[in-house]
């Protein structure tokens, strides 16, 4: 476990097929592709300490956590299925993990409550380019225990937030024939002020998946409240989850989104 920093970046890649766990568009499943440069393959480290370091690790792109179940994989996989979930005490247990490393070499088995694993799919047909979590069958099996090896790639800190993704693929996000074609959500907004208590709160309907069209929209809402020019929203994927500066467009589910925005330069 110590080798993982509280608060760090990592890429995990899979030893056996060399892709990388992959938070899905959808905001539920994880995958591996061989992408390794989106931030959809990164993941940041959150370490629990309450019975023991635990290793707690949520997507970069979403905020949602990495988690176990006890939903049976789908064909093609084995065991059972390995998500994206929202860190709240219903689903506290199943996004813990326990890091087993290698003596001599740079990678790492992670083990669920259960004692289960993660393990990394075939590659060869991309409906079973998946991950789920499984038992060792038998630890002398070579092929077997290297699917559930994972080399773990540190990504050195960098100052500042990534642009945002320009919107694309609409070019005329003012008319009423392409609002109503795009999907709906609602996003659920609390603005944190200096201190860290939370001062504002709203909710507002909002059409398509950009990131940078949710930056004005918030804007216009929040210019006569608040520094605008410092404006950073951030995902909050549950009650207990951190918050992940959201600099990818939102995911493809229709989900009620929940939010925080901040004012960089605050202690906050």
């Not at 290698?102 to 790492?108: H, I, L, Q, T």
């Amino acid at each position: 476990m110590d080798r993982f920093q509280d608060g760090e970046h990592v890429r995990l890649r899979s030893r056996v097929h060399g892709t990388y766990l992959h938070a899905d568009e959808d905001g539920h499943g994880v995958s591996l592709p061989r992408r390794g440069a989106s931030m959809n393959a990164v993941w940041s480290v959150h370490i629990y300490h309450r019975d023991g370091p635990q290793l707690l690790l949520y997507s970069a792109a979403y905020g949602s956590y990495l988690a176990a179940t006890d939903a049976r994989a789908p064909p093609g996989h084995r065991g059972f299925r390995a998500v994206q979930c929202d860190y709240d005490r219903r689903h506290m247990e199943a996004i813990k993990w326990h890091a087993v490393w290698a003596e001599s070499e740079n990678y790492v088995v992670l083990r669920d409550v259960a004692g289960r694993c993660l393990r990394a799919n075939k590659r060869y047909l991309s409906r079973n380019n998946g991950v789920s979590v499984d038992g060792i069958d038998d630890i002398n099996n070579v092929s077997t225990m290297m699917h559930l090896h994972w080399f773990v790639e540190l990504i050195p800190a960098r100052d500042g937030l990534p642009p945002l993704p320009r919107p694309i693929g609409h070019p005329f996000p003012g008319t009423g024939i392409v609002t109503a074609v795009l999907p709906s959500r609602m996003i659920v907004y609390v603005r944190e002020g200096a201190d860290g208590s939370r001062i504002t709160r709203g909710s507002f309907n909002f059409r398509g998946r950009s990131v940078f069209r949710l930056r004005k929209k918030l804007v216009r809402r929040l210019r006569a409240i608040m520094d605008v020019s410092k404006l950073v929203v951030c995902v909050e994927a549950g009650a207990f989850g951190r918050l992940t500066p959201l600099v990818v467009d939102l995911p493809r589910s229709r989900h009620n989104l929940h939010i925080v925005v901040i004012e960089a330069g605050t202690p906050v």
